[in-house]
């Protein structure tokens, strides 16, 4: 086998969206950060907790890179990002590497 080294970065984006007021108003704002980090970042993205309530909500994000450097670029670009899209709703940002 080739010799190689994989990094992950793992984001958990935690939300309270104070002005959502159903389930289906939630999964519009979280699907429009969704869509977005897919397609501008080429990460994956998931709903990860709280499903079953309205105002919170937890995604989780994850990257693969043969470097280091580059993953820690992107969750910083990441949370930019989610700040501009969702402004004042993100409550806690966590990253690990792996």
Same mark, same amino acid.
Not at 60 to 81: K, M, Y
């Given at each position: 086998? %080739?010799?190689? #080294?994989?990094? *992950?970065?793992l984001i958990h984006? $935690?939300?309270?969206l104070?002005?959502?007021? @159903?389930l &289906?108003?939630? =999964?519009m704002? !979280?699907r429009?950060? &969704?869509? =977005? !980090?897919?397609?501008?970042?080429h *990460? +994956?993205? +998931? ?7 309205w105002?919170? +909500?937890? /995604? %989780? *994000?994850a %990257?693969v ?7 820690? #670029?992107l +969750?910083? =670009?990441?949370? $930019?990002?989610? $700040? #501009? /899209? %969702?402004?004042?709703?993100? @409550?806690?940002f966590?990253? $690990?590497?792996?």
């Amino acid at each position: 086998m %080739a010799d190689f #080294q994989t990094h *992950v970065c793992l984001i958990h984006l $935690e939300f309270f969206l104070a002005d959502s007021h @159903s389930l &289906k108003e939630k =999964r519009m704002i !979280l699907r429009k950060v &969704k869509d =977005r !980090l897919r397609s501008g970042f080429h *990460v +994956a993205v +998931a709903e990860v907790g709280y499903q079953d309530l309205w105002q919170r +909500a937890v /995604l %989780a *994000v994850a %990257a693969v890179s043969a470097e280091p450097g580059p993953l820690r #670029q992107l +969750a910083d =670009r990441i949370r $930019e990002e989610v $700040e #501009q /899209l %969702a402004p004042g709703e993100l @409550s806690q940002f966590h990253v $690990e590497y792996f």
